[in-house]
Each structure stands twice: as C-alpha cells, then as structure tokens.
C-alpha cells in the first residue's frame, strides 16, 4: 500500500461545477498536509495548506480528518483554469510524500 | 529571478556514464530537497538537507546516488552509473523551516532537469 493514495481520475468536469477530491494516509504521525498544483511540464506548486479545523482560500476549500488518516479538496465555481493535477502531500519529520495527483479537466 | 534555479535543465547520456545536477535554492531558506518524477507519478522523495547537514536519504536511493550541500546554498546530485531506469525528471525545492509549527513552510521547486539515459 502507497504511503499517500489518491483518486488518479481524471475527473472531467463542466465549467462552473464543484469537484471534490480525497487522499488517504497511512502514517497516523504525520504533522503536516498540503495540496499542491502540478500543470503539465511544470513543477509543483503549493496550492494550500491544510488543517484540522479545515481552511478556505477562494473557491478552494480543504479539509483534514486525523481520526480517518483523510484529506480533501473541494473546488467550487471550476474554471478552465482549474485544468491541472492536483498532489496531495504528507510531511512527517523532514520528508514530504506526494501521491501520485489527480487530474482535473475543466471543459467549456 | 529569486527562485530556485536547476542546471541543466535536460541531460541526455549514454548507459553507465556519470551525470551531475546543480540546484541552486532560495538565498534564504535552510531546507533543500530532491526529488524524482516519472510520468503520471507524484515526486518521489530522495534526500533532504537542513543547511549542509544531510538528514534523510530515501530507502529507494541506490548507492549510485549521491548529494552534497556543502556550503549549506547550493546542492548537487550525482549519479554514477547510469541506467536507463534513471530517466525521469529530478526536480529539487527549497524551503525555510518553522521550528514554531513542527515542519516546514510551503516547499518551491525547480524547474527540474529531465534526464535521459539512452
């Protein structure tokens, strides 16, 4: 089992409409947890941040459940910009793992 | 440009030749990772350094694979040997740490160098 599982889709969605995304984790010790945005032939990108308490930033919401060793992100309004695949990342005492990202396509 | 900077920025060599990589990181920032990707994978952790200490080295890093920060600004990441398994993009990111939260702050990355082993 991967240390960090998502969802790889691709989701492929309407201008306008909400998507969500999960990742699981299988290290309870985990400290910290982030979304990245990845576009095509690019490097990664911190998208946000995520806590317990959940956080928002615009259209991005995340959401963090240590009970469930589970993440997610939820994009309200998508744009076409949105069009990216999106890494999930888990730090825990200086190494950060990615999962393998979830592409979104946002069609006109 | 005040980002992190990675030279070359493609690598193209011939199977059991020795390839050499430069990151350069954000001036200020003490922590530099590299990492591996292959396509339609997430970047795979290989090493990690707090200034010129070197304090992790991933399991998956063969002993054909070696980095150095020695300053505690730049790094390098030598392999020697190369197969063609070691194709990928090799993106490195560089972080300032935040002893206050328990872990770093947002990670930037290179632009990578793509290496080809033919």
């Known amino acids: 089992r991967k240390e960090v599982e998502q969802d790889p889709g691709p989701f492929n969605v309407p201008e306008g409409a909400t998507v969500a995304f999960n990742c699981t984790y299988s290290n309870s010790a985990s400290q910290s947890f982030f979304w990245y945005r990845q576009d095509c032939r690019k490097e990664p990108k911190l998208l946000m941040s995520?806590?317990?308490s959940g956080n928002e930033d615009g259209r991005f919401t995340a959401q963090l459940n240590r009970a469930s060793q589970y993440i997610s992100l939820l994009i309200r309004d998508s744009k076409l910009s949105d069009s990216a695949t999106y890494l999930c990342?888990?730090?825990?005492?200086?190494?950060?793992?990615f999962g393998d990202g979830t592409t979104l396509t946002v069609k006109p | 440009d005040t980002g992190v900077s990675q030279d070359p920025r493609h690598k193209i060599t011939k199977r059991g030749q020795n390839v050499t990589f430069r990151c350069d990181p954000i001036s200020e920032h003490n922590r530099l990772y590299w990492y591996r990707q292959t396509l339609g994978q997430g970047p795979e952790f290989l090493t990690y350094f707090q200034n010129e200490a070197q304090l992790e080295k991933s399991r998956l890093l063969s002993d054909r694979f070696s980095a150095e920060r020695p300053k505690g600004s730049f790094s390098t990441l030598e392999i020697q040997r190369t197969e063609q398994g070691d194709s990928a993009m090799y993106l490195c990111?560089?972080?300032?740490?935040?002893?206050?939260?328990?872990?770093?702050?947002?990670?930037?990355f290179g632009p990578g160098t793509r290496l080809t082993v033919l």
């Open positions: 990111a560089s972080s300032p740490t935040s002893y206050l939260a328990g872990g770093p702050l947002e990670q930037f």
């Open positions: 990342v888990v730090h825990l005492r200086g190494k950060s793992t």
């Open positions: 995520v806590y317990s």
